[in-house]
């Protein structure tokens, strides 16, 4: 019976030990997210430069110019604020539209 309890205790981690390894497992994430942020970055500037060149060459010649497929990015603002506009199926119709949103 002894020797179940002990090796109960040696296989369970304590609440500090499950800490620490999400600290660090946070941490190495964390890093690797940054380096790749990084890489992307600089990909994007490599991708506009390129983009300015192959143009630049499209203009000479007389071909198209090419157009860059940016990603977009969006944040979601809950206000209510006087001047916000409902959202709601009509609402997004009629913006889609392009008639006035404010009814």
């Known amino acids: 019976m002894f020797t179940e309890i002990l090796e109960v205790n040696v296989v369970a981690k304590s609440i500090a030990e499950w800490i620490s ?3 660090e497992l946070y941490a190495a994430s964390l890093e690797q997210y940054e380096q790749i942020e990084k890489e992307l970055q600089e990909m994007e500037r490599k991708l506009a430069a390129k983009q300015d060149e192959v143009n630049q060459i499209a203009q000479i010649i007389g071909k198209p110019t090419v157009e ?20 709601s199926p009509a609402t997004i119709a009629r ?8 009814r």
């Open 68 to 87: 860059g497929n940016r990603r977009l990015t969006a944040q979601l603002i809950d206000d209510h604020g006087p001047n916000s506009v409902p959202n």
């Open 21 to 23: 390894e999400g600290e």
């Open 95 to 102: 913006a889609l539209a392009g008639r006035n949103l404010n």
